[in-house]
Every structure is written in C-alpha cells, then in structure tokens.
C-alpha cells in the first residue's frame, strides 16, 4: 500500500485556501486572447462536423454529375 491510497482520486479541485474551484467555468471564463487563437487551431473540429461537411459536398457533387449526365 503506498501514500497515494488515501486520496480520493475524483476529489474537485481546490485552491490554495482549500476551497472547491468550478474548473470549467473558471476556463469559460478566462478571456486570454492570446490563446485563443492557437487553441482554435490546434483544437480539432468534432468529427460529426467533418462528417456533416463531407455529406454536404457529396450532395453537391451528386447534383453536378446529375447536370452533366443530363447534358445541362
């Protein structure tokens, strides 16, 4: 058994004084325009997003070969 067995391993966070910090809203609310760029691009997009795009183009891709096998 070693020391780390006693902490509650899904314990909140807290802060210096010991008092619960709501970590998510403390990021929501953290304004640093410096990051934010950079977190855009490295953060990746959704996959279901990816997904909705590439249907998106797939329609218009049917719509164009329909036009030319038409002859329109």
């Given at each position: 058994?070693?020391?780390?067995?006693?902490?509650?391993?899904?314990?909140?966070?807290t802060?210096?004084?010991?008092?619960?910090?709501?970590?998510?809203?403390?990021?929501?609310?953290?304004?640093?325009?410096?990051?934010?760029?950079?977190?855009?691009?490295?953060?990746?997009?959704?996959?279901?997003?990816?997904?909705?795009?590439?249907?998106?183009?797939?329609?218009?891709v049917?719509?164009?070969?329909?036009?030319?096998?038409?002859?329109?």
């Open positions: 058994m070693n020391s780390n067995d006693d902490k509650t391993p899904n314990a909140p966070p802060d210096t004084s010991g008092k619960p910090v709501n970590v998510v809203e403390r990021d929501l609310e953290d304004h640093d325009d410096d990051t934010k760029g950079v977190d855009e691009v490295i953060t990746p997009s959704s996959t279901r997003v990816k997904e909705q795009d590439a249907e998106t183009l797939q329609r218009k049917d719509e164009i070969e329909r036009k030319v096998a038409d002859g329109n």
